[in-house]
T-cell receptor, first 110, second 114 residues
Framework: GQSLEQPSEVTAVEGAIVQINCTYQTSGFYGLSWYQQHDGGAPTFLSYNALDGLEETGRFSSFLSRSDSYGYLLLQELQMKDSASYFCAVGNNAGNMLTFGGGTRLMVKP | NAGVTQTPKFRVLKTGQSMTLLCAQDMNHEYMYWYRQDPGMGLRLIHYSVGEGTTAKGEVPDGYNVSRLKKQNFLLGLESAAPSQTSVYFC?????????????FGAGSRLTVL
């Protein structure tokens, strides 16, 4: 099976940088993804890492280390609208199923 | 381009009643999924489908059935609703291969079972 661990809550101030970590234990692995969900909304895709290293998309970056079963999402120049829950997710070996972590609630303060 | 559409958005059921949630996608995606999300928790996979006419069990399939008669539609059924099935249900779809990590979600269906 798959299990993922991420912090339940993180608080940061506007303009700062925040890192949300994710560790996983899997019987198979097909990439690490990150999703954002605002209260009352649907999850939306942010980024995907299939290989080790850093992927950058604007203010957001995601990192993966397969040997450490670890990844993180880095959010720079935080804005109030970044207040949301962030979920990491791993794909299974067959590449047809995603398992999600419990989510990290990010609160951005002025 | 509507993406993924779920109906209904809200529903209240009494214990023992049955209902069907409908999911439709217009992106020609092969894979479709049903997740449930309970307050303060992540998404748990109920059932999924890798193509028309195929379905498979996810992490929490008990009490639910699904059907994928057409590529664009994925139905989730509750035969005899229980209070433990009170949740927000999300349908999602994706392409095959590495694209399967990029899910497009519907807006969600909030179900309350009394």
């Amino acid at each position: 099976g798959q299990s993922l661990e991420q912090p339940s809550e993180v608080t940061a101030v506007e303009g700062a940088i925040v890192q949300i970590n994710c560790t996983y234990q899997t019987s198979g692995f097909y990439g690490l993804s990150w999703y954002q969900q605002h209260d009352g909304g649907a999850p939306t895709f942010l980024s995907y890492n299939a290989l080790d290293g850093l992927e950058e998309t604007g203010r957001f970056s995601s990192f993966l280390s397969r040997s450490d079963s670890y990844g993180y999402l880095l959010l720079q120049e935080l804005q109030m609208k970044d207040s949301a829950s962030y979920f990491c997710a791993v794909g299974n070996n067959a590449g047809n199923m995603l398992t999600f972590g419990g989510g990290t609630r990010l609160m951005v303060k002025p | 381009n509507a993406g993924v559409t779920q109906t209904p958005k809200f529903r209240v059921l009494k214990t023992g009643q049955s209902m069907t949630l409908l999911c439709a996608q217009d992106m020609n995606h092969e894979y479709m999924y049903w997740y449930r999300q309970d307050p303060g928790m992540g998404l748990r996979l109920i059932h999924y489908s890798v193509g028309e006419g195929t379905t498979a069990k996810g992490e929490v399939p008990d009490g639910y059935n699904v059907s994928r008669l057409k590529k664009q539609n994925f139905l989730l059924g509750l035969e005899s609703a229980a209070p433990s099935q009170t949740s927000v249900y999300f349908c999602a779809s994706s392409k095959v291969g590495s694209g399967a990590n990029v899910l497009t979600f519907g807006a969600g269906s909030r179900l309350t079972v009394l």
